[in-house]
């Protein structure tokens, strides 16, 4: 994982990136760095929710963009890496803002 990318700590340098790069830079990063699921706050975070809240009142009413689901044994939501990634090119490339 690229030392600016990381979704741990109390400061974190992405979402400075966030605001300055492209989604297809963004997707590159996450692609790069993440393996093959997102969860937590660096699932909610790459969909641009300010909050995890955010992220659950937008799953509850199926406004997330990607597709996201549950692991056997394991806690919390996932979604692929990779839909995640062609979301925010899908983005980048209608130029949404």
Do not use: C, Y
Not at 51 to 65: I, P, V, Y
Request: cysteine-free; overall charge positive; proline content about 3%.
């Amino acid at each position: 994982m690229h030392d600016n990318w990381r979704f741990s700590g109390s400061e974190r340098k992405s979402d400075n990136m966030a605001s300055k790069a492209s989604g297809t830079k963004l997707a590159e990063h996450l692609v790069d760095g993440s393996g093959p699921f997102l969860t937590g706050e660096a699932l909610w975070k790459s969909l641009g929710f300010p909050s995890a809240a955010a992220f659950r009142k937008a799953k509850e009413r199926g406004r997330l963009g990607v597709r996201v689901f549950k692991l056997p044994d394991r806690s919390g939501t996932f979604a692929f890496t990779q839909d995640v990634a062609e979301w925010l090119r899908a983005i980048d490339k209608e130029k949404i803002m």
